[in-house]
């Protein structure tokens, strides 16, 4: 009888409160997310907030996205390891940093002077990946959430590059194994750097020329120990956010859908946007930035010093074959299904 009674007053107090039977008293599954970038990063302020609040507000309350700016759970090179155990759920992945893993199938994009830009890149690298890609996350044992490409990189430096033999000798940061020897081709030195560090780097002299996002660069500040900014709009970064299988697999498959149909694309739209409508505001910027301090100066670069910089680095891509046949992948068929891909989004490869 006190049951009947305790039941009969849940459901009156549910229809009072206007919601359904159940539901009032269903704890939110918290997803953890963490973000190895500032909280003042363009990508933080107008992809990974407004996300959060998109899942909230599309589950109705039954997923609440925590997040950790700052790298609070842990750093950029971290982030496959603490996603596949458990450490958060979602994180920001950088491809680049696993030059070792089937990661490596993605760094076709990051090949010199291949991609453009964010918009057109992330079609191109999605339409690769679903004819070679779609088991490399597998194999990591992840949920791919995404993968995206940012805007043309720049390069930051104390001292103004404005030819190829300006870079004779510099520490220029090499994110990965693949921009070792690209470096070198530059006459470069390559220096391994995660962008946490380069701020404090730059300024010390441990690092000469910091190579980043131009967007991304506003909430690390380079420009300020580096105010020389050359437009090189190469190289482009392929990134991803991934998700912890366990987690993935526990979500009731109403959520695994949304997640999958709505959220997940929608958080890939909202950084290609970020990447494509900040890197012009972000020189903008830093130019009325170094007007105003009287040093600083954004450089493009003519043609023909731009094609100084990228002819040497065509045996890149032949070694990019070589090394997809090594590690037993049709490394000829990966790199021609690439170039054909880029000629249907009217690119030209430059080798």
């Keep these: 009888m006190l049951k009947s009674i305790s039941t009969f007053a849940a459901l009156a107090t549910a229809l009072i409160l206007g919601t359904a039977p159940g539901s ?21 302020v107008g992809s990974l907030e407004p996300w959060k609040k998109l ?8 997923v609440k996205v925590n997040l950790y700016h700052g790298g609070v759970l842990g750093t950029s090179r971290a982030v496959l390891n603490d996603v596949k155990g458990g450490v958060y759920h979602v994180g920001l992945l950088v491809a680049a940093y696993y030059y070792d893993t089937p990661l490596f199938k993605l760094l076709i994009g990051e090949l010199p002077f291949a991609l453009p830009g964010p ?8 339409e690769f990946i679903e004819k070679h890609g779609q088991d490399a996350f597998d194999k990591l044992n992840v949920k791919n959430v995404g993968v995206f490409v940012s805007d043309a990189y720049v390069m930051f430096g104390a001292k103004p ?51 980043y996002s131009p967007t991304g660069s506003l909430g690390w500040r380079y420009f300020e ?13 392929v990134g991803g956010l991934i998700m912890n299988k366990a987690f993935y697999d526990k ?5 695994k859908k949304s997640f999958d149909e709505e959220l997940n694309p929608a958080l890939i739209k909202m950084m290609v946007n970020v990447y494509e409508k900040g890197a012009s505001e972000a020189l903008e910027k830093m130019s ?23 002819k040497p680095t065509e045996p890149e891509w032949t070694a990019w074959v070589k090394e997809a046949n090594k590690r037993g992948y049709p490394g000829e068929l990966m790199m021609a299904d690439f170039k054909a891909i880029l000629k249907k989004h009217g690119l030209a490869p430059p080798f």
Excluded: C
């Excluded at 939110?28 to 963490?34: D, M, R, S």
């Excluded at 780097?201 to 000469?208: H, K, Q, Y």
């Excluded at 979500?251 to 959520?255: G, R, Y």
């Design 55 to 62: 899942v909230e507000e599309k589950t109705q309350g039954r």
């Design 161 to 211: 590059i404005r030819r190829m033999e300006d870079l004779k000798g510099v520490k220029l940061r090499a994110a990965g194994k693949a921009w070792v020897q690209i470096a070198k081709d530059w006459g470069a030195v390559p220096t391994p750097m995660q962008p946490e560090e380069a701020y404090t780097a730059l300024e010390r002299g441990t690092l000469d020329v910091m190579q």
């Design 24 to 44: 009032w008293a269903a704890e939110p599954i918290q997803l953890e997310f963490g973000n190895w970038l500032p909280s003042t990063h363009p990508q933080s």
């Design 225 to 237: 120990p580096a105010p020389y900014v050359t437009k090189l709009e190469a190289p482009i970064i």
């Design 119 to 126: 918009v057109v890149g992330t079609r191109v690298m999605n």
């Design 288 to 310: 009325q930035s170094f007007k105003a301090k009287g040093k600083g100066e954004v450089i493009a670069l003519s043609p023909a010093e731009k094609a100084k910089f990228v």
């Design 251 to 255: 979500l009731p498959a109403d959520l």
